[in-house]
């Protein structure tokens, strides 16, 4: 049962984006349902329902060891939106940022409006973002990052670290805001799926100045954390947890789930619509999981078991925050996502129809348009103008 959710939480986040789906302008209105779309379940701890509810509760008040911003190869991705959502096409550009010494890539689109930066879950890169970035990048400066460990960043090796881990929230939440002061060089609204809203409120809490609204979809409950775990349980999972990390089983049971099939089952489980599950997403969950040092990563992490709950960090956010929740996400129950909604800083709880555990990329319709909602209403009139993209 521990395994079979352990390797739930590890072969889903490595996947991309979701679908589509539309959000009238009533969705804004203190109680409204949107009935009849598609439903969505990602792997087994983590991600999205079929009626759209959104309660608005209140609104909240509203030194960096960092180098320089290289684009890779000077060019630009240009992706096909039709699937996605938009009509036009517009260029995204993957560029690497030097960060602690540290490669740090990063996709942007965009060259006007507020900042937005894109946060992936655990496993996952910037590339699950793919059906969001270019769309938002109309009337945004949008950034979607690759954390350190994940996607085609740097992994250095966390026993590198003379056994204190490195791979924390805090490490993390220290990454985004340099980028915002490196590279955006303004504050930003970080819009996080999964753990990656774990790292956008430790972010928001440390510098608050930095963050001007949060939106976590689907953000991760973590119920692996030590705090969660039964008291007669906690002993087995720590032996778990270090028969992964310090002997050769570790390194087996990785292998036997970074390839294709075992991956797009994996997302399957978590992904409510299957057929969003294609091969594209399928390659770009797997492909950075085969770069050197991510096992190394993906075991550090899985051990993990300290750090904030979304609890811990919610009280102490002084930034409007916004949660969306896929009703169908196995992973992370809705049910018991619903007591974040209750929280002072958090202004609206919005269930997402038949979505699980990443909507951004299995309904880019629907997550667009709440995204563009929620940064206009917390956004000035004056916008600025990006200097570096």
């Known amino acids: 049962m521990r395994a079979k959710l352990v390797m739930a939480n590890i072969s889903i986040f490595a996947a991309p984006p979701l679908t589509n789906l539309e959000v009238p302008s009533l969705l804004f209105r203190r109680r409204i349902c949107v009935k009849n779309t598609s439903i969505l379940s990602f792997a087994e701890t983590h991600f999205l329902r079929q009626s759209i ?3 608005i509760v209140r609104s909240p008040i509203g030194s960096v060891s960092c180098s320089s911003v290289t684009d890779e190869a000077s060019t630009f991705r240009d992706r096909p939106l039709g699937e996605n959502g ?5 260029k995204v550009r993957t560029l690497t940022w030097k960060w602690k010494g540290y490669s740090i890539r990063y996709q942007c689109a965009g060259i006007s409006g507020p900042a937005l930066v894109l946060v992936h879950g655990f496993g996952a890169n910037s590339d699950h973002w793919r059906k969001n970035t270019p769309i938002l990048g109309k ?4 950034y979607s990052i690759d954390l350190i460990g994940y996607g085609y960043s740097d992994k250095p090796n966390p026993n590198e670290f003379g056994g204190e881990p490195f791979y924390t929230f805090e490490t993390w939440g220290e990454q985004l805001n340099d980028f915002c002061l490196d590279v955006v ?3 930003a609204f970080f ?3 999964s753990i990656g809203g774990l790292v956008g409120l430790q972010a928001a809490v440390s510098k608050p100045e930095m963050c001007r609204g949060l939106m976590l979809i689907n953000i991760s409950l973590r119920m692996l954390h030590i705090k969660k775990q039964p008291l007669i349980g906690r002993p087995f999972i720590r032996s778990f947890q270090n028969l992964l990390r310090n002997t050769p089983v570790g390194k087996l049971f990785f292998k036997s789930i970074a390839k294709p099939e075992a991956i797009r089952s994996i997302l399957r489980q978590c992904y409510h619509d299957s057929s969003q599950v294609t091969d594209e997403l399928v390659e770009a969950i797997l492909r950075p999981g ?3 040092g991510a096992v190394d990563v993906f075991l550090e992490f899985i051990c993990y078991s300290g750090g904030p709950l979304p609890e811990d960090l919610l009280p102490q956010v002084k930034c409007p925050v916004l949660i969306a929740w896929g009703e169908k996400d196995p992973w992370e129950p809705i049910e018991l996502g619903r007591a974040y909604g ?3 800083a958090v202004e609206e709880f919005v269930v997402l129809p038949d979505a699980g555990h990443c909507p951004q990329d299995e309904k880019p319709e629907m997550v667009n348009p709440l995204i563009e909602s929620f940064v206009a209403r917390h956004s000035n009139s004056n ?3 990006a200097a570096d993209i």
């Open 185 to 187: 060089k303004d504050e």
């Open 86 to 90: 938009c009509s036009e096409e517009l």
């Open 290 to 292: 085969l770069e050197p």
């Open 53 to 55: 509810s959104t309660r």
């Open 342 to 344: 209750d929280f002072d």
């Open 191 to 193: 819009i996080c799926n």
């Open 383 to 385: 916008t600025a103008v």
């Open 139 to 142: 009337s945004h400066r949008v």
